[in-house]
Structure formats: C-alpha cells, structure tokens
C-alpha cells in the first residue's frame, strides 16, 4: 500500500487508540455476553494505561496513517516467557484495530508484519496473541502468518 505509513505512537495519539480501543470493545460486546456494561467506557483500556504502554521500552504501539488519516493501531510487547516455554522472553500481539473504512487493504497485514519485525529484532524467538473465536479474518491472517492454535477458553455463565 503506497501512501501507508506505520510508526511508534506518541503520547499525542492516546485519544484517538482509545477512541479505536472503545469501538473494538463495542464490536466484541455482541460476541461476549459476559462483560461489564458498568464500565463500558474503559473495557479495555483507559488512556492512562495506553500512556504507560506508549512509555515502556518493552512495549512498542505502533500506528498506521493511510493518507495522513489514523486508521489503525497494533501492539507489540516483550513479555516473561511461560514456565512451559523454553524461552525465557515472549512477544504477544494485541491492541490491532483497524477503522471499518479501512479494512481488507492490507493494513492489518502491514502492521502485524511491522510488530513482528520489532520484535524478532529484540530477539524474541516465540509470539502468542489472544483471539476470539468469532474473528475468522484475523485468525486466517495468523494462521497465513504461521501461527498456529495453542488452546481454546471455554466459558460459560452460570445464572
């Protein structure tokens, strides 16, 4: 894509990764019966927490401008490896929105390759990432990618 740009978002971009944080929240809303509708305006993250990811160095959220326009967002973060896993640091990839307008034109793709790239080159070796199973686009981008499903969460509400 000729006119994307993709970089390290700055304390100045925390409204509107908050706005798309709010949006995506609202979207999964009608897939999870179980959330908080109490505190619907921060489910996922409030702009302090976004400001202390911009601000550590293991974490690295990145931004996508499509003509100059903010159209979506990723995370990338080094994190302690699991007891099970042979290495001792971990990447996971989260926080990726990408305004509706915008979809399937390679944006997604663009910042996941971009995540990626950061931090394979802090030398993380092993990559996990948390999706619902309903998000059938995202999962053929991992599954394309070379990710493959490690377990599944099962719930259910007891009344």
Known sequence: ???????????????????FMLIQAEDERKY???LDNKNKKD???TKS????IISSKNNYLVISKLDKILVGCGLAKIEKASKWNKYNKQGYLGMLYIDKKYRRKGIAIALQNNRINWLHSKGIKYLTCTV???NTPIINLLNKQGFNPHSIIMYKELK
């Open 1 to 19: 894509m000729k006119n994307l740009q993709i970089t390290r978002a700055t304390i100045k971009d925390v409204n509107i990764i908050h706005n």
């Open 49 to 52: 927490e976004i400001k202390k």
């Open 32 to 34: 999870l019966n179980n």
């Open 132 to 134: 619902l199973s309903h």
């Open 43 to 45: 489910l996922f993250y």
